[in-house]
């Protein structure tokens, strides 16, 4: 396997046993008209994992809001899956770094462009799938969209953490640090425990399916502190 696709596998914390479906991931339509020793391209793996994400993102919003009607959790899941969404979680990939590209579209900006980057997000997915299974393509998933989630949900997009810097830079007080309590569950289902400490004191703790969801969580307790004192 090329060096590029060793270090995209370090990037997903994934080793596959199929690294050729990694590989096509991430190979554009673009690339097969100056490299014709290629054979396929991304779009049937893209057409999986348009499939594979929206199941995902249903059966995790099914089981963690029993109480959402059809309705609520069929516009979740359309905003959650949306281009700009999945281009986004591409972005925090650096999947931009590893599409390959014809010569056209690399200096018409292809390689940041939300649509070729949602397309390789979901052609990941497939691979994942693939290569993976069911249960460690939702485990990957989840960590990475359960924040989105959370925020659709609520209609409100609320940074607890930054709320929280706000609040102590307010009162003069001395830095924050976030620190990881604790992780508990299987790798395709884990649950992490973090802590937001004042100096060498606990303001609040909180717990997600990944340790940014887990540190909002503790900075949104701590904030129910700090105002409750007031």
């Not at 997903?12 to 096509?24: A, D, G, V």
């Not at 010569?103 to 993976?132: H, P, W």
């Amino acid at each position: 396997m090329e060096p590029e696709f060793e270090q995209l596998q370090k990037e997903i914390n994934i080793t596959f046993k199929q690294p050729e479906l990694l590989r096509l991931s991430m190979i554009h339509p673009s690339y097969l008209s100056e490299h014709p020793q290629e054979k396929h391209h991304n779009q049937r793996l893209e057409f999986l994992g348009d499939a594979v994400l929206g199941s995902a993102v249903a059966y995790y919003l099914y089981r963690q809001y029993p109480e959402a009607m059809e309705g609520e959790l069929t516009k979740t899941r359309a905003a959650v899956v949306c281009e700009s969404s999945l281009a986004g979680l591409a972005r925090s990939l650096h999947l931009g770094d590893y599409i390959r590209l014809g010569r056209g579209e690399v200096v018409s900006g292809g390689k940041n462009r939300a649509s070729i980057l949602a397309d390789a997000f979901e052609a990941l997915t497939a691979a994942i799938f693939l290569d993976q299974g069911w249960e460690s393509v939702c485990g990957f998933l989840w960590s990475l969209l359960q924040e989105e989630i959370e925020k659709t949900v609520q209609g409100v997009p609320t940074d607890f953490k930054t709320m929280l810097q706000e609040i102590i830079q307010s009162r003069g007080s001395d830095r924050l640090t976030y620190r990881l309590l604790s992780e508990s569950g299987p790798d395709h289902d884990k649950l992490f425990t973090s802590g937001v400490f004042l100096n060498d004191t606990l303001l609040g703790s909180g717990s997600g399916k990944s340790k940014k969801v887990s540190e909002q969580q503790a900075a949104k307790k701590a904030v129910e502190e700090l105002r409750n004192k007031k």
